[in-house]
């Protein structure tokens, strides 16, 4: 390579072992220098490596090409491409195997001198080696030689060749190659195809040819200007690069009329091009005078039909150094390495680190992929303090059934897992405008059913101006209080609020049995006394300080309270407002805000934050007036849109305003699943047609459906044409006939009709298994299943063969007569088909149509033909 650039070459089997080609052929040693300091006179490769000079070798002048002997045994034997087209047997070292001693220094002479270009030794037959050759006129420029060939014609002399200095040795110079091919031609470059000993790509001055050489007479070519530096994929034989100036040409042999791929064109020409021996499909170029190698990922997916598609290429470049590249190679064992060579011939050790893929699974499992390297992100067992993602337990509740308990709506934040109290005060809340909306409708029907539903910001709007206020004893104090009158909407609203219960009685005494059976002590003592019963509170205190889970300190508050006195100035007074804000509890803090406060002046209880919505409202409608009770559900109804609390919607119901307030809790949590269920609960249809809405529901769907709970969101879209009854998709998919077009989904449902029956199409048997086989408006048969051969419309169960098994799945359910084992089916490719169970039974063992002579794959079509629904598994 006397004048050039220097070439650099791995050892094919010395995994530690590299020669640089240039005017000489030096081999150097790697080492790894982690754990040690740099030898003297070793050249730094990178950070942990370095190379030793070996042996240097200089008796092959005008080198144009080198390749290195890919069989183990001699381990350093080169053949060296001249410039007058010798190609000579070197070696670096001293080999004392005398087997292959004879070969050192043999030389395979062209007929005409002109210049070698390429070389390659067969991998299959290591004794092959293929020269490219300029063109010559009278020769071939093609030569396969055997370097075993012991073949020698008289009229050549013996010579003596030099091998090294001081030392001769006499061989033989072979003249007479195994084969010639390419008469009259040019060969650029060379490469052996791995599939088949004899087979040759060449590129050729004008054409990539293809040699056979059991018939040398033939070639298979295509002409194209990208015939230098032809290499074949090593890991997919009939994939096969080559390049032409700035662009590279990615061929298929099987489909050699035209490049399937060319590649972004280079500014400036390239030098080499090479496949990575250690990675599928990944292609490195060299541009002339760059620092930059560009790497070309060739990502394939072949289809069942045929590869028609063409492969995916990421590309993307890396810097080895900072100076020139001369030329690379890529390590054959080492994964992504490779080693550059600059034209000073300083070397770079290079690893080409692989991109990193991050994938989300819709179960919320982080994957990423590096190389050949699959890892799996897992959080810790024991770590609990991490909360759950939104997607996670969305996907726990649909597995639950969460939502479908539309006749106990208010167990759907038990099966929530009942763990937060917003879902807790929705649910109960949707449950009780279900329930008072059908005591009403059945009351007067059409005529407050609805403002039920709009919630209790719209039902205090109504009765402005309607309630007066009054004295009421307390009991167990000679004390009076000034309490609003109770009017129909302000029941409605307690009743909403779950105080009192469904009639006419306002007795707030089931819901205070129904609070000390869960142990809200403290709650049920607060809402005794908002309804002036001190001495109940006093009662449920002390009932909570003995049992087994209540506080001993209940009692100390019960105390406290029977010492209630209703002067102003008393030191009780004092105490209590100074010490009441030290309390944890915020009912027992609320208790003694409204002993402590002046008439008509609760902001104490109204706007203590922790206290539940439902009960400072329940305050609110029984002790403000109806100004005040307006400004303050205003107020509050303001403050819940905007944090996006769900104890809101009791203020603004299943309205706009409603559906303002899901939005803010949507946006801050990605609940998608409760703003669904929450918003198909309501009766007015002008909601679910908020976009917003309709939105978050199919949003849902597709979350479901990524999920594979298939099941799931059949079962939702049930739930949700129930509710609203505008969401029924019309059909969009049916049977027709072939010869009139007409539908006959409706004649093979095998339904009974009124009229005229399924007999005159001659049903044998039972009644429930009706035969339709021709079209109820040609009277043309049907097709004829693929595998059982019988007209369409025939049930399975009455087919020849047909199993009692079948017949059992068939008359399963009466209503149900047409079962999915009779449903039409067929392959959108091939349109072949028949009734649905034959198919899933022939599917379940072929891979191929059953038609005979068709050899569709059509199974494979269908991505999703393989996966199972994943509702039955546990996260």
């Given at each position: 390579m006397s004048g050039t650039k220097p070439d650099i070459l791995w050892a094919p089997h010395q995994v530690d072992r590299f020669v640089v080609c240039d005017s000489e052929l030096s081999l150097y040693h790697v080492e790894s220098t982690v754990n040690?300091?740099?030898?003297?006179?070793?050249?730094?490769?990178?950070?942990?490596?370095?190379?030793?000079?070996?042996?240097?070798?200089?008796?092959?002048?005008?080198?144009?090409?080198?390749?290195?002997?890919?069989?183990?045994d001699p381990e350093c034997l080169l053949a060296v491409g001249q410039a007058n087209g010798r190609v000579v047997l070197t070696s670096l070292g001293q080999d004392h195997n005398s087997?292959?001693?004879?070969?050192?220094?043999?030389?395979?002479?062209?007929?005409?001198?002109?210049?070698?270009?390429?070389?390659?030794?067969?991998?299959?037959?290591?004794?092959?080696?293929?020269?490219?050759?300029?063109?010559?006129?009278?020769?071939?420029?093609?030569?396969?030689?055997?370097?075993?060939?012991?073949?020698?014609?008289?009229?050549?002399?013996?010579e003596k060749v030099r091998l090294s200095a001081g030392e001769t040795e006499t061989t033989l110079l072979v003249t007479k190659p195994l084969y010639e091919l390419g008469q009259n031609d040019a060969c650029l470059s060379l490469c052996w195809l791995p599939r088949d000993q004899k087979l040759l790509l060449a590129g050729m001055h004008r054409n990539l040819a293809i040699f056979d050489l059991r018939n040398t007479s033939q070639k298979m070519f295509v002409n194209t200007k990208a015939v230098q530096g032809v290499t074949v994929d090593p890991y997919f034989h009939d994939r096969v690069a080559s390049f032409y100036e700035g662009q590279v040409a990615i061929w298929d042999l099987r489909k050699f009329e035209k490049p399937v791929l060319t590649l972004t064109e280079q500014p400036k020409p390239l030098t080499k091009v090479a496949w990575c021996p250690t990675r599928t499909g990944l292609l490195a170029t060299l541009t002339r005078d760059s620092n930059i190698i560009r790497l070309y990922d060739m990502q394939h997916t072949p289809t069942p039909i045929g590869d028609e598609t063409e492969p995916t290429i990421i590309e993307r470049s890396v810097q080895p150094c900072d100076n020139y590249i001369a030329s690379f190679a890529w390590h054959p064992t080492s994964q992504n390495r490779m080693i550059v060579v600059t034209p000073n011939r300083t070397m770079s050790d290079f690893t080409v680190f692989e991109r990193i893929s991050l994938a989300w699974s819709p179960i919320t499992s982080l994957m990423w992929a590096c190389g050949r390297h699959l890892y799996e992100c897992t959080e810790e067992e024991n770590d609990n303090s991490l909360e759950k993602d939104i997607a996670t337990k969305m996907r726990l509740r649909a597995l639950s059934r969460y939502g479908l308990d539309t006749e106990q709506v208010w167990r759907n934040h038990i099966l929530a897992g009942n763990e937060d109290p917003q879902l807790k005060s929705l649910w109960y809340t949707l449950h009780f405008m279900k329930q008072y909306t059908e005591d009403m409708d059945q009351k007067s029907p059409g005529n407050k059913g609805s403002l039920v539903y709009a919630g209790i910001k719209s039902i205090v709007k109504s009765s402005l101006g309607m309630v007066e206020s009054s004295r009421h004893n307390w009991s167990g104090l000679d004390k009076q209080s000034d309490i609003q009158n109770l009017n129909e909407e302000r029941i409605l609203a307690l009743q909403l609020c779950g105080w009192i219960k469904k009639g006419t009685d306002v007795d707030v005494g089931p819901f205070l049995n129904s609070l000390v059976q869960e142990g809200e002590w403290e709650r049920a003592a607060a809402v005794a006394l908002f309804n002036l019963d001190i001495r109940r509170a006093i009662q449920i205190l002390n009932e909570g300080a003995s049992s087994e889970k209540g506080d001993l300190n209940l009692n100390v508050v019960a105390m406290a309270l029977s010492g209630y006195t209703d002067e102003k100035n008393s030191l009780w007074r004092e105490m209590c407002s100074t010490l009441r804000l030290q309390l944890n509890n915020p009912y027992l803090c609320v208790m003694f805000a409204f002993l402590t406060s002046e008439a008509g002046s609760y902001d104490g209880v109204l706007y203590e934050n922790k206290v539940a919505v439902r009960d400072r409202v329940a305050f609110a409608c029984k002790f403000l007036s109806d100004t005040q009770l307006n400004r303050y559900i205003e107020k509050l109804t303001n403050e819940m849109k905007e944090a996006g609390n769900l104890e809101g919607i009791l203020l603004t119901g299943l309205t706009k305003d409603g559906v303002d307030l899901m939005e803010s809790y949507v946006d801050r949590t990605g609940d998608v699943q409760t703003a669904s269920y929450c918003m198909l609960q309501g009766s007015p249809l002008d909601v679910l047609k908020d976009e917003r809405v309709q939105y978050w529901i199919e949003n849902y769907r597709n979350l479901l459906d990524a999920w594979r709970f298939w099941h799931k969101r059949a079962e939702f879209d049930i739930h949700r044409s129930k509710l609203d009854p505008s969401s029924k998709p019309l059909a969009q998919v049916f049977v027709s006939c072939n010869f009139c077009g007409k539908s006959i989904s409706y004649s093979c449902s095998a339904v009974p009709h009124q009229g005229r029956g399924f007999s005159q199409y001659g049903v044998s048997g039972s009644p429930t298994k009706s035969k339709v086989t021709s079209c109820p408006g040609c009277r043309k048969p049907l097709p004829r299943c693929a595998l059982c051969l019988i007209n369409m419309g025939t049930p399975v169960s009455s087919c020849p063969g047909g199993t009692k098994s079948d017949e059992k799945v068939d008359l399963s359910k009466d209503k149900k007569l047409a079962q999915f084992n009779n449903w039409f089916t067929w392959c959108h490719n091939c349109r072949h088909g028949g009734h649905a169970g034959h198919m899933l039974s022939w599917f379940r063992d072929h891979a191929e149509c059953p038609v005979s002579a068709c050899t569709c794959k059509c199974m494979q079509l269908d991505t999703t033909g393989n996966l199972v629904p994943a509702e039955t598994v546990q996260p």
């Open positions: 040690s300091e740099l030898k003297a006179g070793s050249l730094r490769l990178s950070e942990d490596s370095a190379a030793t000079l070996l042996s240097i070798n200089s008796d092959t002048p005008y080198m144009k090409c080198v390749a290195w002997y890919l069989n183990y087997k292959f001693k004879d070969l050192i220094g043999k030389e395979f002479v062209p007929k005409h001198a002109r210049q070698c270009n390429t070389l390659a030794w067969n991998p299959l037959d290591s004794n092959w080696l293929a020269a490219g050759l300029d063109k010559h006129r009278a020769d071939f420029s093609v030569l396969i030689w055997d370097i075993c060939s012991k073949y020698t014609p008289d009229i050549v002399p013996m």
